[in-house]
């Protein structure tokens, strides 16, 4: 596969030099549509038609040799996951593709819905005949009305050609796949409180164990839930072979990782590398096109909201081999291992750039406004933290805060983390432990005597002078 330079793109859409287009192939691509026609003459389901002919244990198999992790925001092995289901298993396997993209920073996935849906559908079609599943669903969040449509479009289109339904392409192998949209809540994001959602109740996410969902999932029945890059992944797999695509990125973390990368930079956007191919200080300066004029680098949160934030400046201990090197912010590889080496996350691949201009008590009390608006309200430290969060900054950014409240604000995040049914909680409380850490002297100066001027969003400001000058 070559780095798409056989491929034209739309002016101001071409893939940078670094990039290695995969997934993102034909997005943004001249003369493309998500038409099934168009698919199928760029070789669309060839890979499917190769793997009916091969035995689900040994596409499994590949997908493990792959090294493919999870592209949702764990990381977690997807060959593994799918050898979860329990042997000898009588009842009924589901595939869910986790399309509900909420992660605030992380917009790769409705590219992929919005341009290539026969892509995600073949692989989902592959994984669902590797895993034995029979009926799949793709949970896409309300906010996506145009992407529903167009992959209930594209699944009519694979009935037509014989792709879906009852004996697909005479391979005695029967499946159905149906969209189902969800209403717009962050906790079904997460795997058990989409199956929750998708059973027609209230998405509380459950608890861990017994209710694996590979072995107890929707309908107490074994269910794979996948991410969308992470079911795209699975139809190059099988054209390339395991062996192959883990050549690809590095060691663990293989493959490559679609990049969502925005705020304070000259050219925001998505970029697809291989993982671990380039550093933070690359991105944000080669691909990104650097900072805008007159602007530092503060900080950098790489893997969507929930991720910790790290500060420019910081100094980093990881291992390189068998010795122990320090590295700087910019000098982090942008690889699952080494940001959780690093005290953070890769995450959903949202990479948020902050610069000098930002106040970090105004970006946290973003954040915080954000979570306490999703909690879902199951677990009492989750539901009253994130307000009690949330109010305090709030005081913070209105500069009626004392000292001491910066001490309550970090005890109330260290009281959710690790006390809830689901990962909600850290998501909420990791952000307010990590800039309270890191820029604790922002923090306190925020909050001293002398200081009692409100902290202004600054895109808010402008808007509000923008209107003033209408009127």
Wanted: charged share 25%; aromatic share 8%; proline share 5%.
């Amino acid at each position: 596969m070559s780095k798409a330079n056989a491929i034209n793109y739309k002016k101001g859409k071409e893939p940078h030099a670094r990039e290695y287009r995969l997934v993102f192939k034909n997005v943004d691509r001249k003369g493309w549509d998500p038409g099934i026609d168009c698919y199928l003459q760029d070789g669309g389901y060839r890979e499917l038609k190769k793997a009916l002919l091969m035995d689900p244990v040994d596409i499994t198999e590949d997908v493990k040799k792959s090294g493919l992790r999870g592209r949702g925001g764990a990381g977690f092995p997807t060959g593994v996951k799918w050898g979860f289901i329990p042997p000898n298993n009588t009842k009924p396997v589901y595939l869910i593709c986790n399309a509900d993209e909420s992660e605030p920073g992380t917009f790769k996935d409705r590219y992929i819905i919005h341009q290539d849906p026969h892509q995600l559908l073949e692989g989902m079609i592959i994984s669902c005949f590797a895993t034995g599943a029979n009926l799949a669903y793709i949970y896409i969040r309300e906010e996506f009305p145009e992407g529903a449509r167009i992959l209930e479009k594209a699944i009519e289109e694979c009935h037509q050609k014989g792709f879906l339904g009852k004996n697909i392409l005479k391979s005695k192998f029967d499946l159905e796949i149906f969209v189902h949209r969800g209403a717009g809540a962050y906790i079904c994001g997460e795997e058990t409180g989409l199956i929750e959602s998708l059973e027609g109740k209230r998405p509380y996410p459950r608890i861990k164990p017994p209710y694996f969902p590979a072995a107890l999932g929707l309908y107490m029945c074994p269910t794979i839930v996948n991410n969308v890059e992470s079911l795209c992944n699975v139809k190059h797999i099988i054209a390339m072979g395991g062996d192959a695509f883990a050549k690809l990125g590095t060691a663990r973390n293989t493959g490559t990782r679609v990049l969502c990368v925005s705020g304070d930079v000259v050219n925001p956007g998505y970029f697809e590398v291989e993982v671990g191919h380039i550093t933070m200080g690359e991105l944000i300066h080669d691909l990104c096109g650097g900072l805008k004029p007159g602007r530092k680098l503060k900080a950098v949160i790489p893997g969507g909201s929930s991720a910790k934030v790290l500060r420019a400046g910081e100094k980093f201990k990881i291992k390189k081999g068998d010795q122990e090197i320090e590295i700087g912010i910019e000098d982090i590889p942008m690889d699952f291992d080494t940001l959780m080496a690093c005290g953070s996350m890769a995450g959903s691949g949202g990479v948020i750039v902050i610069d000098d201009s930002r106040k970090a008590s105004w970006i946290l009390n973003n954040i915080n406004e954000f979570y306490a608006h999703e909690s879902c309200g199951q677990c009492t430290p989750c539901r009253e933290g994130s307000l009690w969060m949330k109010k305090i900054t709030d005081r913070i950014t209105r500069g009626e805060a004392s000292p001491d409240d910066v001490e309550t604000l970090e005890s109330v995040a260290f009281n959710i983390d690790g006390k809830t049914i689901c990962a909600f909680g850290e998501a909420c409380a990791w952000p307010t432990e990590s800039f309270v850490a890191k820029f604790r002297e922002e923090f306190l100066a925020d909050t001293s005597e002398k200081y009692d001027d409100a902290i202004l969003n600054p895109e808010t400001e402008l808007a509000a002078a923008h209107l003033s000058s209408e009127t």
